[in-house]
Nanobody, 112 residues
Framework: AHVVESGGGLAHIGGSLTLSCVVPRLTFSEFQVKWYHQSPGKERERIAS???RSTVSKWGRFTVSRNNANHTAFLQIDNIQSEDTGDYYC???????????WGQGTQVTVSA
């Protein structure tokens, strides 16, 4: 599956940012979506996810939403902090399991 993230760039402390994840060649409504964050020099960690049936899922400062008709998922980051700097990855996995498909990532740099 072809997974493409976008929306990274420069962000400011206290602000908000929305990342996108497009998966054009799947029956997107059958797939769960996960978002991962990797800070410089640290391990990648999962920060949010949404199952195939939900449209919005909130995880503290992170909100995941999806638009199945457009094969797109979003990650909104609110009250951005310096530790939010890093690479963000979107993955999709079929609702019954199997291979987890990764995107190439999008980079976020937080400044004051």
């Amino acid at each position: 599956a072809h997974v493409v993230e976008s929306g990274g760039g420069l962000a400011h402390i206290g602000g908000s940012l929305t990342l996108s994840c497009v998966v054009p060649r799947l029956t997107f409504s059958e797939f769960q979506v996960k978002w991962y964050h990797q800070s410089p020099g640290k391990e990648r960690e999962r920060i949010a996810s949404i199952d195939h049936r939900s449209t919005v899922s909130k995880w503290g400062r992170f909100t995941v939403s999806r638009n199945n008709a457009n094969h797109t998922a979003f990650l909104q980051i609110d009250n951005i902090q310096s530790e939010d700097t890093g690479d963000y990855y979107c993955t999709v996995q079929h609702r019954i399991g199997g291979h987890e498909y990764w995107g190439q990532g999008t980079q976020v740099t937080v400044s004051a």
